[in-house]
């Protein structure tokens, strides 16, 4: 047969699926759903490599389980607010809307080159008022059930661009875009509640079993419980400014409490403040800690710095004690209390702080088996367990005993009616800041009114619409330059106002575009609870390990908010999660240090030897770490080309095949040509059986000889092992099955070949069978070639992606079979050799058919046989 044309057959047959809609799912379908969903991209411009293996690995799952049986739904859509629009329009002249417009007409393209079996009629685009308008009227729902607040916070500012920075986009201090150095600022902010959720969304992880168990465990650091002791120190009147009596801190170590050597309180804290108010020198220290990033890695790594307010508190144990109070850099005002007494022999900060300071530390924890007398913390803290030591009352307790005594004791002490100290859960969690001062996002929908103050947009108003004539000549928020947009009349009172003019965060769009898939066609409500609740949650997510934390956690809390504004019934949007690993590649240094693209060498082959020429000049090139595609490198391989030289299914195939999804797969010329042979053998082979399978008997014969049953033991054995494969996400051992059954199949065509006649009816038709099976394994990974073969090879009616999966006929898997001992009267007569998963009435079959027990019983009929499983067969005549 002639070779296998992909470039004619791919969009042939993606235009085949679209004629007949196959992949359209209807949401009143009686069969079991299945939901699979890959991370929407970000309407970038171009589909990078990295997608195609995210909807690669989703569109094998979606194929396999429409195979199943089940009502699959396979969305897509786009992510689409965002800096970039914004950045391009300032950049480019291009208004952000035509530019995202632009950016997923040609996406969608290379998405359906793909061959990807998605229900485009779902599509959604984010930036459309058709989608946001049901988020403005979600963020109505939040604000009345007290989940969305306003709420004075301190922020990134970076005063070149005139915009809040998240945490991630400082960097070093400076605005990441600017490059100026970030001020920290206190603005009104919008926030959702997610901290109402901390405990439920922690607890819940216990039930994402099919969630893998690091995204579990970034989680549940993200949310970071901690159980400790709130406890109120006094301050020594004579040191302290006025109105000032105690200082409350936060510790989950009060165990420590006698190796305490000073006190440390945020530059944000109000003691700080007030201690500031005549004291110049520490008020120009705060200022300073105030320039830096609010970003917990700049704490981190930032260097410990402290200034001695003079204060002194007095240690809760000991009123003879005072211990210095000093503003520190690295303690948060967002946390806990915002104020600590530090341990330094128990914790590093602490011990880099006193060794700076020179204060020194006293170790009060002494691990099992150490010397206590001989134990000196010098440059290392030490926070494993152990026994109390230098600490009175509390000397010889383990740690554990002891963090239990001192809550014990303070909770039972009081001042002025309260008592000293209490037990408290702190969270790391906080709440999610939503503000944005962005023209292209989603318009948060209230107005502020001199007299009425916050008034929510009344919603037959919504949507809240982003005006299209806008200007990007000014840094800073387009909405709020608009001559018009944000002058309204108040709903409430009639008079002047204006609208709020921040945007939403993007993670916001993101949160619950899952459940608006599952009936995007709804125009009065977000979701038709009904249809959410029969479609949802997602049985498989897939994405990069990139969004386990913000965007998974956002959306958990989104479905429990929406649950509690009856947008949907359940807790968790995602049963199964899986994190695919990245598309990496080899880099080439070019002679004068630069960097060579892919495209311009050459690499030769010579046994376990690479080398790489450049195409034009033939200059060698150092072939250098495989990396992280990236432009900078020149690493990048561009899908279009791929897909235009090799087709989609070479694409495919090469991405599931080298390594589980879940790790790097390294992508080289060599492995994609590799691909693309395969392909064609795959196509050849198909084709010849089919022809040696022409004669079969159009049923089932009812008997199969030794090289049929050979076969057909292959074929059963590979679907099932391709079948729990596909269930496991184990898709490169998949692929390997595939390729070893298709070396089976060409053994036995090769065999039945060399016998000159014609194939018997058993073995022909065993050969049409395991060319049925073999298209059908592999085509949820090469769906256009599994296409042609079908109809072309096989003459099948219909359309492969619409067959039902193959029966597998479980006599067929067993593998092994067991060899027993056969005695007759006591005496070794000889074996027996049966299928190890056979019954007792096999067995004695095969054992009274073996003519060394006939013989041996003398032409009598056995009185019994006792078989000893796995062991022997005594048979008594
Ligand atoms: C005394 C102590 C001794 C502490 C010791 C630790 C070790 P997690 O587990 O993350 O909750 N802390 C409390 N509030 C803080 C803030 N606002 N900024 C910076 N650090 C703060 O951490 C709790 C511990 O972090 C607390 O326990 C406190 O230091 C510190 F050997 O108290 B500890
Ligand atoms: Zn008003």
Redesign the pocket.
Known sequence: SERYNARDAEPRWQAEWDRQAIFATKNDDPREKYYVLEMFPYPSGRIHIGHVRNYTLGDVIARYMRARGYNVLHPMGWDAFGLPAENAAIERRIAPKAWTYDNIKAMKKQLRSIGLSLDWSREIATCDPSYYKHQQKMFLDFLRAGLAEREKRKINWDPVDMTVLANEQVIDGRGWRSGAVVEQREMNQWIFKITKFSQELLDALGTLDRWPDKVRLMQRNWI?R?E?LLIRFVLDAATTPNNESELKI????PD?LFGARFMAI?PDHPLAQAAAKDNPALAGFIAECKQRGTAQAEIDTAEKMGFDTGIRAIHPFDPGWTLPVYVAN????E????A????PA??QR?LDFVNKYGLGNVPVVCPEGQDAASFIITDTAY?GDGRMINSRFLDGMSADAAKEEVAKRLEGETRGNEPVAERKV?F?LRDWGISRQRYWGCPIPVIHCPSCDVVPVPEKDLPVTLPEDVTFDKPGNALDHHPTWKHVTCPQCGGKATRETDTMDTFVDSSWYFARFTDPWNDSAPTTRAVADRMLPVDQYIGGVEHAILHLLYSRFFTRAMKATGHLGMDEPFKGMFTQGMVVHETYRKPDGGWASPEEIRIEVDGNNRRATLITTGEPVEIGAVEKMSKSKRNTVDPDDIIGSYGADTARWFMLSDSPPDRDVIWSEEGVQGAARFMQRLWRLVNEAADAGKAAPPDRPATFGADASGLRKAAHGALDRVSTGIERLHFNVCLANIREFANELADALARSRSNKSAPAPDLSWSLREAAIILVQIFSPMMPHLAEECWQRALGQTGLVSEARWPQIEPDLLVEDSITLPVQVNGKKRGEVTVASGAGNPEIEAAVLALDAVKQALGGKQARKIIIVPQRIVNVVG
Request: with cysteine; hydrophobic share 30%.
């Open positions: 970071g901690s400790g936060f510790t989950t170590r420590t945020a690295f303690i948060l005002m946390y806990g209390t915002g600590i007494f530090g341990c128990h914790d602490d926070d702190n790391r």
